[in-house]
């Protein structure tokens, strides 16, 4: 299983997720976590990671999980295609639900324990994969699923990561002040988990599994 996980986009060692790929950068983009932001600022925000990722090299192409609820099959096929699978922030309940619709969570699950992709994700996208995402309603909003899909927030996440995930720490960004709550909240609840200021990455697969800045 090869893991490319930010806290803020590809953080202050790219170089990190390029020693992590095998054989031709092709990349998928999965925006689903603002899926339930306006349309025009859901697709510029995209856009941009799209852009970033072909900036570095990659063949990047973005793969909505919103036209595979419910067919997960032609989803399968379609990540088969990718070495891959870059996930960027925004949401984690509506990331989360979005996976569950179609079935990417299964999908990606299975391909990652074949060693068939790398899944690169930053915060959200890295969030979803601990234990659970209880905590995290104090900085985003779970009833924002409600508003993408019309449909009650998930709190498991996949289980990939036998910590939280807790992105944005201490960090110039507005959710800096929330995730301060979260991390009270999990020292209290005695709640496993691992802090990363943006700049900061970490990967599993490879020797060095240390946070990097």
């Not at 779970?142 to 996949?158: H, I, K």
């Amino acid at each position: 299983m090869r893991l490319f996980l930010s806290s803020w986009k590809l953080g202050d060692a790219p170089e990190l997720l390029d020693d992590l790929v095998r054989g031709t950068r092709t990349a998928a983009v999965i925006g689903n976590a603002l899926d339930a932001l306006p349309v025009p600022q859901r697709q510029q925000a995209t856009a941009r990671e799209v852009a970033m990722l072909r900036d570095r090299g990659y063949r990047a192409t973005e793969i909505d999980l919103r036209h595979h609820f419910g067919d997960a099959g032609t989803l399968a096929e379609r990540l088969s295609g990718f070495g891959v699978v870059w996930v960027h922030g925004g949401n984690p309940f509506v990331l989360r639900l979005a996976m569950a619709l179609s079935g990417a969570d299964e999908i990606l699950t299975g391909m990652l324990r074949r060693d068939a992709l790398v899944y690169a994700g930053w915060s959200a996208g890295a969030c979803v994969l601990s234990p659970s995402l209880r905590g995290l309603e104090l900085v985003d909003d779970p009833a924002d699923t409600v508003t993408a899909y019309g449909l009650s927030a998930r709190w498991e996440g996949l289980g990939l990561l036998d910590y939280a995930f807790v992105p944005h720490f201490r960090s110039p960004v507005s959710e800096s002040e929330s995730i301060e709550y979260v991390v009270e909240r999990y020292d209290r609840e005695g709640v496993p988990y691992r802090v990363f200021r943006d700049g900061e990455v970490t990967l599993v697969g490879q020797p060095s599994t240390a946070a990097r800045r």
